[in-house]
């Protein structure tokens, strides 16, 4: 079975701090790792989406990375702001793009 | 640009009821995905449509859920005698294939909450 998992499960900083989400995944054989974003009662955002040919994307103050081998995937937000309190969520995509989502990162930017 | 719209944005409905929930996708969008995001469960994938192929409906808990598209468009996802563990957020989401037969990103819906009393 395909299982994703993140760490930590809730986050909070001080505004201003650059911080590390953690994604893990069994099952190299991935086609992509995707980020999305999601605030209270809404869909998801997508943030980025890493092929499995790359090793990273960036967007912004975002950063993610894939190591495929040791299955793993971070999302580096640098000088983090009030605004991106969200649940962050990482998914590994399939042949079909049929994803395969962690649990969130919880992630409170305290003012 | 419209984005995925889904309704209805919330459902009350009462155990053993049939429901439908409506997803319109981004226009040109060939990729059409449902998926469910409840408490105890995160977020998992239902089923998957792509251009005029038979639907990935490996996702699917069990036979009382179903799903069509017509014409390449809209779906509908349907729940026959709704049972209280059915009681979710049900998003959907909708891609175009890039060159090279890759997936893009996938752009998601508002969701329909669901709950069966």
């Known amino acids: 079975k395909q299982e994703v998992t993140q760490i930590p499960a809730a986050l909070s900083v001080p505004e201003g701090e650059n911080l590390v989400l953690n994604c893990s995944f069994t099952?190299?054989?991935?086609?992509?790792l995707q980020w999305f974003r999601q605030d209270p009662g809404k869909g998801l955002t997508s943030l980025l989406l890493?092929?499995?040919?790359?090793r990273e994307q960036t967007s912004g103050r975002l950063n993610a990375s894939l190591d495929k081998s040791s299955g793993r995937s971070t999302l580096y937000i640098a000088a983090s702001q009030p605004g991106d309190s969200a649940t962050y969520l990482c998914?590994?995509?399939?042949?079909?793009?049929?994803?395969?989502f962690g649990g969130g990162t919880r992630l409170m930017v305290k003012p | 640009g419209a984005g995925v719209s889904q309704s209805p944005s919330n459902k009350v409905t009462e155990k053993g009821k049939d429901v439908e929930l409506r997803c319109d996708p981004i226009s040109g969008h060939t990729a059409l995905y449902w998926y469910r995001q409840s408490l105890g469960q995160g977020l998992e994938f239902l089923i998957y449509?792509?251009?005029?192929?038979?639907?990935?409906k490996s996702g699917l808990p069990s036979d009382r859920f179903s799903a069509e598209r017509t014409g390449g468009s809209v779906s509908t996802l349907t729940i026959q005698r709704t049972q209280q563990e059915d009681s979710a957020v049900y998003l959907c989401?909708?891609?175009?294939?890039?060159?090279?037969?890759?997936?893009?990103?996938?752009?998601f819906g508002p969701g329909t909450r669901l709950l069966v009393l």
């Open positions: 890493i092929q499995s040919s790359q």
């Open positions: 449509f792509q251009g005029n192929s038979a639907p990935d």
């Open positions: 998914a590994r995509g399939n042949a079909g793009n049929m994803l395969t």
């Open positions: 099952d190299s054989a991935i086609y992509n």
């Open positions: 989401a909708s891609s175009s294939r890039l060159a090279g037969g890759r997936e893009e990103t996938q752009y």
